[in-house]
């Protein structure tokens, strides 16, 4: 159990990638990134942002292509993950910036409504409008393994934070190509948007989603498996609880702050997730009888 | 040797692109990064091209009309300062400066007083009125000419004057805001002003610069 809390990123992430293709995957995340710092450092901020907002959501794209994630029914589950995820993104950026207190109201009225409602309202609820997409995927056959809850988890995660990043920052993209600022807190915050809050909201959104999938679709026995964590009563307010609380970092800490306060969030998020996983690989070896032990079952004895 | 139950043969099969998915990502990436450029380059603002000293530089900028000009005073450096009470409101005050909240045909802005001992110079003023400034972060010396503060000062007296950009950030994003900032040194006291707002309701043609300069230029010193 203990292996199972090492956070490993892309296996946690794109749990049916086969091992050999994880090094291209991260090859690619690192380039990503790099392309990311690169462009912050040239002072192209606005393209920058865009550029990190979208890093993960193509990464995920890829993957949901690359392993055939949604069989025969593509359009619409897409529709519903990453499609929702982008609408629901869009309509938390543009109520983020209509609640969003002014830099001028910060100084001059203090940062409680800040604090409140960015940091811990929006957040919160934004995650559980999110799950709503995957939520309707819920009642079909088709995407009955837990696996499947944990890919619409994450790909609606993903393509949420992106769209939402975007959305908040339209004022930026219309400030020109070079708008001025400091690099290196511009880059501590593009790690921020584009992977470290990302990360903590596509890991919530996965197991809250897998903790559904277990308990409404797995076989009675595994839905036991993972304990408290694996009902939904628990690990939905939890996962909530997990993304308000990373988000609500920002209002009181540094750039660089931040990106450390998110690091541990996205530590815990992925150890979650990879316990949720492992109980979905278990289920789908049961399921065809080609090994392992179903979840939750009580070891045999040795004979 | 992986932790994780073996996957089951009848699960999706993966990896079907194998190495080209670093390809097929660098593609796809590039592509979006080039869109974006030209997303920027399209809706980009029109540069301004800074005044030439002596030539004429357009109309003057609007001045919102002064209904009711009320007097605030600084009880530790003596000096005082007038707004119009229609459009500024005090925020936050202490006994050596004011935060005046500013709300003039819907854009918002803070302007800042603040009074500091003779042994502070104009340029340390500003530099430790800015650095207090909470909720901006990525802050930066603005270094576009034509937001260059020419002959700046407060109350009528030369000194410095400095502008900068930043971001007003949240979990959600960031907006960008100016800060333009003033300061000047009559012999026993300086005094800085600091105004701040959103980039796109600021500006020398701005209605918020027009009423923090008229507050710049109430300043008496020895009210």
């Known amino acids: 159990?203990?292996?199972l809390l090492r956070p490993r990123l892309i296996s946690a992430l794109f749990p049916r990638l086969p091992r050999d293709s994880h090094p291209s995957y991260w090859l690619a995340l690192g380039l990503g990134s790099a392309a990311v710092v690169v462009l912050a450092a040239l002072r192209l901020f606005p393209v920058a942002l865009i550029a990190a907002a979208l890093l993960l959501p193509v990464l995920v794209a890829l993957y949901l292509v690359d392993v055939n994630a949604?069989?025969?029914?593509?359009?619409?589950?897409?529709?519903?993950?990453?499609?929702?995820?982008?609408?629901?993104?869009?309509g938390f950026g543009l109520l983020a910036l209509a609640v969003a207190p002014s830099a001028a109201s910060v100084i001059v009225n203090g940062t409680s409504q800040y604090v409140l409602v960015q940091g811990l309202v929006l957040p919160f609820c934004g995650f559980f409008v999110l799950l709503l997409?995957?939520?309707?995927?819920?009642?079909?056959?088709?995407?009955?393994?837990?696996?499947?809850?944990?890919?619409?988890?994450?790909?609606?995660?993903?393509?949420?934070?992106?769209?939402?990043?975007?959305?908040?920052?339209a004022h930026l993209i219309g400030a020109g190509l070079r708008p001025g600022g400091a690099v290196l807190p511009w880059v501590w915050r593009l790690v921020s948007i584009g992977l470290g809050m990302p990360i903590v909201i596509m890991g919530a959104a996965a197991a809250a989603c897998a903790a559904l999938?277990?308990?409404?679709?797995?076989?009675?026995?595994?839905a036991e498996a993972l304990g408290a964590l694996g009902h939904p009563a628990v690990a939905l307010p939890l996962a909530g609880l997990l993304v308000a609380g990373a988000a609500v970092g920002e209002t009181f800490l540094s750039a660089g702050g931040w990106v450390v306060w998110?690091?541990?969030?996205?530590?815990?998020?992925?150890?979650?997730?990879?316990?949720?996983?492992?109980?979905?690989?278990?289920?789908?070896?049961?399921?065809?009888?080609?090994?392992?032990?179903?979840?939750?079952?009580?070891?045999?004895?040795?004979? | 040797m992986s932790i994780f139950a073996e996957r089951a043969s009848g699960a999706p099969s993966g990896g079907g692109l194998g190495r080209l998915v670093v390809h097929v990502f660098g593609f796809l990436f590039l592509l979006l990064i080039g869109?974006?450029?030209?997303?920027?380059?399209?809706?980009?603002p029109v540069v301004v091209v800074p005044c030439t000293s002596g030539q004429?530089?357009?109309?003057?900028?609007?001045?919102?009309?002064?209904?009711?000009?009320?007097?605030?005073?600084?009880?530790?450096?003596?000096?005082?300062?007038?707004?119009?009470?229609?459009?500024?409101?005090?925020?936050?005050?202490?006994?050596?400066?004011?935060?005046?909240?500013?709300?003039?045909?819907?854009?918002?802005g803070a302007v800042t007083v603040q009074g500091f001992g003779a042994g502070t110079t104009p340029a340390q003023a500003i530099s430790e009125q800015v650095r207090g400034l909470?909720?901006?972060?990525?802050?930066?010396?603005?270094?576009?000419?034509?937001?260059?503060?020419?002959?700046?000062?407060?109350?009528?007296?030369?000194?410095?004057?400095?502008?900068?950009?930043?971001?007003?950030?949240?979990?959600?994003?960031?907006?960008?805001?100016?800060?333009?900032?003033?300061?000047?040194l009559d012999g026993q006291v300086t005094v800085s002003v600091t105004v701040v707002g959103a980039t796109s309701d600021s500006g020398y043609r701005s209605d918020l610069y027009a009423v923090a300069d008229l507050i710049v230029n109430s300043v008496q010193w020895h009210g």
């Open chain 2, 56 to 108: 004429p530089c357009g109309a003057p900028p609007t001045v919102p009309a002064v209904i009711r000009e009320t007097a605030w005073r600084s009880s530790r450096y003596g000096f005082t300062l007038e707004y119009p009470a229609s459009v500024v409101k005090v925020s936050q005050q202490t006994p050596s400066g004011v935060v005046l909240a500013v709300d003039v045909g819907g854009k918002n």
């Open chain 1, 70 to 90: 949604y069989g025969d029914e593509p359009v619409w589950a897409l529709a519903l993950t990453m499609g929702w995820g982008a609408v629901a993104g869009v």
């Open chain 1, 1 to 3: 159990m203990a292996v």
């Open chain 2, 35 to 44: 869109f974006s450029i030209l997303t920027n380059f399209l809706v980009a």
């Open chain 1, 133 to 169: 997409g995957p939520l309707v995927l819920l009642r079909y056959q088709h995407f009955n393994a837990v696996l499947d809850g944990v890919t619409f988890g994450a790909s609606t995660g993903a393509a949420f934070s992106g769209a939402q990043a975007i959305t908040y920052s």
């Open chain 1, 213 to 222: 999938w277990l308990r409404y679709r797995a076989p009675v026995r595994d």
């Open chain 2, 134 to 184: 909470s909720g901006v972060s990525q802050l930066a010396a603005d270094t576009n000419p034509a937001h260059e503060l020419l002959g700046a000062g407060v109350g009528y007296l030369g000194g410095a004057g400095r502008t900068y950009v930043g971001d007003a950030t949240s979990p959600q994003g960031s907006e960008p805001v100016s800060i333009a900032s003033q300061a000047a």
């Open chain 1, 262 to 303: 998110l690091a541990v969030f996205d530590l815990v998020a992925i150890s979650l997730l990879r316990q949720t996983i492992h109980v979905g690989l278990l289920e789908e070896s049961a399921a065809t009888g080609t090994g392992g032990s179903p979840p939750g079952s009580v070891p045999e004895a040795p004979s």
